[in-house]
């Protein structure tokens, strides 16, 4: 479930020497499967286990993860980095803001993880967001954009070279083609 490089586990050794014998620790996701989802570690004391946290074995400690958390830490990978900077825990969790789908998962649900994991964090520095309406049965994505895609001039380009050319290349045979059915208006939102 969660990676912790050998560096970040003797780190957090060396942190967990400093408190009370038995204190691990929590790896966690506040806001869980939303744009505003933001992964955190603290320390986690005997007395704050809960009947429902996982534990994960690792060097010198376990890391516990509460159930809400644990579907959105899937993948993640914490690492202690030391550069010219200095030295800092880094943690990446790419399922954060949307759950991770099974491989075997409809199509439009994996087509939407995608997107939601990979595209939109993408079109929200321009305020936008794309979203699947339909899969047709020869294969295309019949796609919505808002916010600030909506009425941008660049739309087009953006759907045939980035999100078309990103979708068939993850699911090749599946996915032919893509087609935008937003009604774009222009106005004070567009992002161009």
Not at 27 to 44: I, K
Not at 180 to 189: K, L, M, P, S
């Amino acid at each position: 479930m969660i990676r912790i490089s050998e560096a970040a586990q003797a780190h957090f050794v060396k942190l967990l020497e400093k408190q009370a014998a038995g204190t691990n620790i929590r790896v966690f996701v506040v806001n869980p499967g939303t744009v505003s989802a933001e992964c955190g570690v603290s320390y986690c004391p005997v007395d704050s286990l809960e009947s429902t946290d996982m534990r994960l074995p690792f060097n010198g400690f376990e890391a516990i993860i509460d159930a809400e958390s644990q579907p959105f830490l899937v993948d993640a990978e914490i690492d202690f980095v030391t550069d010219q900077m200095g030295s800092q825990l880094t943690l990446k969790a790419p399922n954060a803001k949307v759950r991770k789908v099974a491989n075997n998962a409809p199509l439009k649900e994996r087509v939407q993880y995608v997107i939601d994991a990979e595209i939109n964090p993408q079109l929200a520095n321009h305020n936008g967001r794309v979203s699947v309406v339909e899969l047709t049965d020869d294969g295309v994505a019949i796609l919505q954009f808002g916010g600030g895609c909506n009425g941008c001039s660049q739309v087009d380009l953006t759907l045939k070279e980035g999100i078309e050319k990103e979708l068939l290349n993850r699911f090749p045979g599946e996915l032919n083609s893509v087609r935008d059915v937003t009604d774009h208006q222009r106005g004070e939102h567009s992002y161009y």
